[in-house]
């Protein structure tokens, strides 16, 4: 079960003054600190029918594709400040840390350089 803001809204505007609320222990239910009468019934996420739910394979036969693209053009380098980009573009730090995240989901060891000042000297 899930609620909608307003529903929730709508349970708040009906209690006095301007009381602590917190969730209950079970995490279903909104109470009102120290007052145990009123309370908001929230439910739980729902879950999705299985039927919905992702293909675990074809998920992961999307990152490897992803992880291979980026591995054909060399991996990844770590800048200075310890965030990546792919070596085929330096602006592209959200796909090399992107990379990153795909190969700790397949448990895959990422294929990195580091950045040094030197090799930008060398590039000069």
């Known amino acids: 079960m899930a609620m909608k803001r307003s529903a929730i809204q709508k349970w ?8 602590e609320i ?11 600190v ?3 009468d009123p309370y908001l019934e929230i439910g739980g996420i729902p879950v999705e029918d ?3 739910m992702p293909d675990n394979d074809k998920i992961s ?15 990844v380098v770590q800048r ?7 070596v085929a573009d330096e602006e592209w730090i959200d796909v090399g840390e992107a ?3 795909a190969c700790e989901a397949l448990g895959r060891d990422p294929k990195v ?4 000042l030197e090799e930008e000297a060398d590039d000069v």
Do not use: Q, W
Request: net charge negative; proline share 7%; charged share 25%.
């Open 113 to 116: 350089e580091r950045y040094t």
């Open 50 to 52: 299985e039927e919905n």
């Open 80 to 86: 200075e400040d310890g965030l990546h980009y792919p």
């Open 61 to 75: 036969k999307a990152l490897m594709s992803f992880v291979s693209t980026v591995e054909s053009t060399g991996g």
């Open 34 to 36: 120290g007052d145990p």
């Open 12 to 19: 708040i505007s009906t209690l006095p003054g301007d009381p």
């Open 22 to 32: 917190g969730v209950d222990e079970g995490g279903l239910c909104l109470r009102v």
């Open 99 to 101: 990379y990153l995240e």
